[in-house]
């Protein structure tokens, strides 16, 4: 190749000089990644960026149509912010020309990330983004988890069923996508459960803030039997505590948001017994998915929460829909239609947070996972919801 290259030089030299990596590097597959790296969540984003670095490590290379490609993998930090994930997916597409890309995790980043990846028609998997504006009418936008109008009635129901709850209340982050639409999910099916007004105290907040005492008042009056909070595990600690300290004595329930970043290390002892959905279990987990945890702690000497473990099977899914295209035409803009379409063909992927069917709208068809919060503070698996 070395020969070639030197053969050729005289005759093509304004070509060299303009592009002389497209003539003789080695060919690279590149994804990239746009991560909560800063901001109020930064443990989601290290989650995400950690499972890449193993599966990397793992794969550095894939084989597409008989030809191998070296895979590098580019980070871009959106800090939590619109606006910045925003500029990540915009740089990763026009910039960087990666073929595909991962993240954003959060909704409040994935929603608008995912319209600039639809718009430059360019394959985009969110990891963790529940909410379904995400993938709303986008055919090049997927995710690796369940939406919240599934999760909000999968929680009404648990209350009800093994809580015991006929009055509910709700503590959530009016400023933020995702817990402002799955507290909405969660009252529409509670109150088809127990009838209107059985959601006795809804109330919300504004990111940042850190009292809750006001709203803990009407709580408690309330009469509620549970209390549901779908927040960050960042906010649990501060919520779960102000709860305490304003009287309540009763269960609270969360969200799959709980499972993402350092939860106990930030409540201990405040939060166990409690109960959240998530995505996957790692108490007791088999198989697949134990090999995963196992390898994951050696890494990084922790367990792996449901970001890393979701990001681990957006980047497998990405994968295989970049083998099974058949080959790469070295066109960008055609090459992320074929990862597209091979993507929306994807059945039964075997991940280790379930097995993944993709429907025409982008969103596999997976079940729910409920967990509780044992003595030794581990999320033991408690029970499995499908659709």
Known sequence: MKRLCAALF??????????????CAKDVIKIGFNLELTGDNPDVGASSKNAAEMYLK?????QVGGKSYALKFVYE??????????????KLITEEEVLGIIGPQSSSQAVPAGEVANNYATPMISPWSTNPNTTLNRPYVFR????????GPVLANFATDELGAKKAAVLYDIAADYPKGLAEFFKEAFEKIHGPKSVTAFESFTTGDKDFSAQMANIVKSGADVLFTPQYYSEVPLIVRSAKENGWTKPILGSDSWGGGDL???CGDDCKGYY???????????????????E???AYGKTPDDVAALTWDSLGLM???????????????????????????????????????FTPEGDPKKCAVVVKINEKGEFAFHKSVCP
């Open 10 to 23: 005289p005759l093509v030299v304004l070509a060299l000089v303009f592009a002389p990596a497209a003539w």
């Open 264 to 266: 106990m290390s930030l």
């Open 296 to 298: 994951y702690k050696v």
């Open 77 to 90: 930090d959106n800090e939590y912010k619109a606006e910045s994930a925003v500029k990540a997916s915009t």
């Open 319 to 357: 994968i295989k829909a970049i083998q099974n295209t058949g080959g790469l035409a070295a066109d960008i803009k055609a090459d992320r239609t074929k990862v597209k379409d091979a993507l929306a063909a994807i059945k039964n992927y075997p991940g280790i947070t379930g097995a993944m069917t």
């Open 144 to 151: 690796g988890c369940f939406l919240d109008p599934f999760q």
């Open 58 to 62: 793992k794969s550095p290379t894939v």
């Open 276 to 294: 959240f959905s998530t995505h996957y279990a790692a108490a007791g987990a088999q198989g697949a998915t134990k090999a995963f945890i196992d």
